[in-house]
């Protein structure tokens, strides 16, 4: 019946939804110790638009410790395991939901991605992840929310095992918001502009990209050259090179009005005493912090970054002409094939080694620009290979439509287990 498809697309689908998110009776945000009597009496707008398109929640999943970390475990939950090797890691902050989707235990599922939340869980998992343009879904409902600048940094979106149900789902999720989009706009892949660029340019903050993920990427190339006839451009793009920097001093920056940023470690004194990250250091060292070490880095480099306010300006104006780079570049037409992570899922408590990996993901988030992250079978280990599909400003229509392509070509998800 078109009058129940239009009104209710999700009918009876089951969803499941990241712990940082509100979900009525459910007891969200309990990554923190601080938190664990925490009850939802309501729902985030994203989480009640898809209920109210018929999707039926199933319950909520774990996430890192105030979803500021690329491994999801914290001092409420525990660790959650990647269901292609136990060993390794499903990524975060909406590592869960990752997880969850891959293991075919739900069918759908809401992440939110500051630094790449989305796209590392559903890199890891083998899953699709869609990060939206800025300020087109709403945040509201999830703790820690953003405030000042962050607000357009941070962007909730669908993570599913099928691309075709990335699209539906953020017309959803994003409700009026959607218009802003041009999702109805028929995309001919041959007129798509490809671009790929391989690494970062050798950041000494990231590891080198894996043999594997850039023979995924060059198969991906030589596919889109061979089957639609058109011409991948290799590009090199400088000031990528200093994603990490970038991001870190942008995400503390203060907004027009001059707000400063939420200090990541007053979130983590929320519902109990200022925290203190030396001592806090001190008191995990002899296993008597009720925090992770991950927090506790955060919180300490929080504090040095502050130190060089000069520094920091001059990153801020890096990114904003990065932005206006990335923007010409990609144009109406554009899409760019960029790596997701410079390593395949990692083996747990590794990140802690390589704690700026997530750079990037991170350095589109501070650029505003939509990127879908399409799986891309698996490697020889057998875990997830994939790829990042970003687009300029509003042009989420390219990096979905190329999604689905890419799935039909390489195969998209692979049940875990599956030899």
């Known amino acids: ?89 499903v990524g975060g902050s909406s590592g869960g939901e990752g997880g969850v989707l891959a293991a075919a235990c739900s069918v759908i599922g809401v992440g939110s991605d500051i630094g790449g939340s989305i796209r590392m869980p559903a890199f890891f998992n083998g899953v699709f992840g869609h990060k939206p343009t800025t300020g087109v879904v709403p945040n509201d409902g999830q703790f820690p929310n953003a405030r000042g600048v962050r607000t357009s940094f941070l962007c909730t979106g669908p993570m599913c095992r099928y691309a075709e149900d990335l699209e539906p789902m953020l017309r959803v999720m994003a409700g009026p918001g959607v218009n802003k989009l041009k999702l109805n706009e028929k995309v001919l892949l041959e007129k798509i502009k490809f671009h790929c660029m391989d690494h970062d340019g050798g950041s000494i903050f990231v590891s080198p990209v894996d043999k594997e993920i850039l023979q995924a990427q060059k198969k991906v190339v030589e596919h889109l050259e061979g089957e639609l006839g058109v011409q991948v451009q290799h590009v090199t793009i400088h000031k990528m090179k200093y994603s990490f920097q970038i991001w870190s001093a942008m995400m503390s920056s203060k907004d027009s009005d001059g707000q400063e940023a939420q200090l990541f470690t007053d979130l983590l004194g929320d519902h109990g005493k200022p925290v203190w990250p030396l001592w806090e250091l001190m008191k995990w060292l ?121 799935e039909k070509a390489f195969g998209g998800w692979v049940l875990p287990g599956k030899v």
């Open 286 to 406: 002899v296993g008597m912090s009720s925090h992770t070490l991950p927090a506790i880095a955060l919180g300490l480099t929080e504090k040095l970054m502050k130190l060089n306010p000069g520094g920091n300006a001059k990153l801020v104006s890096m990114g904003k002409s990065l932005q206006e780079e990335m923007e010409a570049l990609l144009g109406p037409d554009g899409v760019l094939l960029y790596p997701s992570h410079p390593t395949i899922a990692p083996r747990h408590h590794s990140p802690i080694c390589m704690p700026f990996n997530f750079a990037y993901t991170a350095i589109f988030n501070v650029l505003g620009l939509p990127v879908t992250q399409c799986p891309l079978g698996l490697s020889s280990e057998g875990l997830p290979l994939g790829i990042q599909l970003v687009a300029a400003s509003y042009n989420d229509h390219l990096t979905l439509a190329v999604a689905r392509y890419l």
């Open 1 to 89: 019946d078109d009058y129940l498809e239009e009104k209710f697309p999700f009918l009876g689908v089951p969803i499941t939804v990241k712990e940082a998110f509100s979900l009525h009776g459910g007891d969200p945000k309990k990554n923190l110790v601080n938190r664990r009597n925490v009850i939802a009496t309501s729902d985030a707008t994203v989480v009640s638009r898809l209920k109210q398109a018929g999707a039926i929640p199933l319950g909520v999943t774990n996430c890192s410790e105030l979803c500021m970390w690329y491994e999801s475990s914290n001092r409420v939950y525990g660790r959650t395991n990647n269901p292609y090797d136990l060993q390794r890691i």
